[in-house]
């Protein structure tokens, strides 16, 4: 199938182009982008251009920051693209929505991928805690915003989450192995005093066994990222790491996971499905989450912050 990829940023060089290239199943096809190309592939700087001119392009890529993305989403569906969405599939959850109709309407496919969902251990970490007594569980996702968003200010502005930016990911993991749901119950937000997102955040949620959950997540932690989920149980302890890529049972490494390996070629893979079934994915756990934050977060003042 012929791909087009909108938004040549960074996750677009580091992981999307790489995918799409390694699977048989994809041809890149043409790119969006103002200022980024990929050699040999035919570039475009406007959305509606390629649309009109590359009808035979079924299938696209949306890499652009959440605030943006919804047109290019809105168009894609109206034009009968099938569309993938990197994560969080939008700037709010009634977009969302919107966008998951217009594609039922439209009968095309619409994937909200989470990529942290396809790290290794996910799958193990979720089958271990299907049939525990969950006790205590602690998120910790603390990194450098410096190095995974190099001078990328729409992070930092409204609608571009913040450290949820990272967050969400750790929530995608939470709501994927988690055999019940939460909610979100509290929230501190440290908001940097010339910023519009918060740099850093801990939070608590509700669980129906009264386990205690939370999360803290800082966006400037130096050197070596934390994302970890460590869980205990009524029967043992879990420690995820690595973003979901190591396993840890009781001290016991857990075994590499058999099968296509990588995040993004999974999701290049789960797409390439739901185009076949004419499926849609549309899973909005993890920013309902995210939403509730922003909802219910005491807001606390921060220090400045400059790249
Ligand atoms: P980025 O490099 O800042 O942005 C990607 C591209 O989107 C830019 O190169 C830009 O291309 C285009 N763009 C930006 N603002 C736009 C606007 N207002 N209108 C139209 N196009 C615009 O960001 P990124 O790090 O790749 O992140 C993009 C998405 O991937 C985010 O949702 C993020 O959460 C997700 N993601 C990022 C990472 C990471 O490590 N950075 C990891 C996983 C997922 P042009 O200026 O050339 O048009």
């Known amino acids: 199938m012929e791909i087009a990829l909108v938004g040549i940023g960074k996750i677009a060089v ?12 994809w041809e890149l096809a ?38 943006p993305r919804f047109d290019y989403a809105q168009k894609a ?46 799958a193990a970490a979720k089958d271990w805690l299907s049939d525990r007594r969950l006790r ?22 409204a609608g571009g989450l913040g450290v949820f930016d990272p967050g969400i990911n750790a929530l995608s993991i ?19 005093e010339n910023r519009d997102t918060p740099i850093a955040a801990q939070c608590a949620f509700h669980h129906p066994d009264g386990a205690e959950v939370t999360m803290d997540l800082d966006w400037l932690e130096p050197g070596t990222p934390t994302w970890t989920i460590e869980a205990e149980t009524d029967t043992g302890h879990m420690l995820l790491e690595n973003g979901g890529g190591t396993l840890t049972i009781d001290g016991q490494t857990h075994d590499a996971r058999p099968g296509l390996s990588g995040e993004y070629p999974r999701l290049y893979a789960q797409m390439a499905e739901l185009v076949a ?31």
Request: charged share 25%; glycine share 6%; proline share 8%.
């Open 14 to 25: 580091d992981q999307h182009i790489p995918a799409i290239s390694d699977n048989p199943d």
């Open 30 to 67: 043409a790119t969006v982008s103002r200022h980024g190309t990929v050699k040999g592939v035919p570039a475009f700087t406007d959305f509606d251009t390629m649309l009109e001119e590359r009808p035979e392009i079924r299938v696209v890529s949306l890499c652009l920051p959440p605030v």
């Open 277 to 307: 079934s004419g499926g849609i994915d549309m899973d909005l756990a993890p920013l309902c989450h995210v939403a509730d934050a922003f909802l219910l977060g005491r807001r606390i003042a921060a220090p400045r912050f400059d790249w």
């Open 136 to 157: 205590k569980l602690a998120i910790r996702w603390r990194e450098d915003v410096r190095q995974w968003h190099p001078g990328q200010d729409w992070v930092f502005e």
């Open 77 to 122: 569906i109206l034009a009968g693209r099938h569309v993938m969405l990197e994560k969080p599939p939008g700037a709010t959850l009634s977009e969302c929505h919107t966008l998951e109709a217009l594609a039922r309407k439209h009968r095309v496919s619409l994937y909200a991928t989470w990529h942290s969902r396809q790290a290794d251990k996910v």
């Open 174 to 192: 939470l709501t994927e192995i988690l055999p019940v749901p939460v909610h979100l119950t509290g929230a501190e937000l440290h908001f940097p």
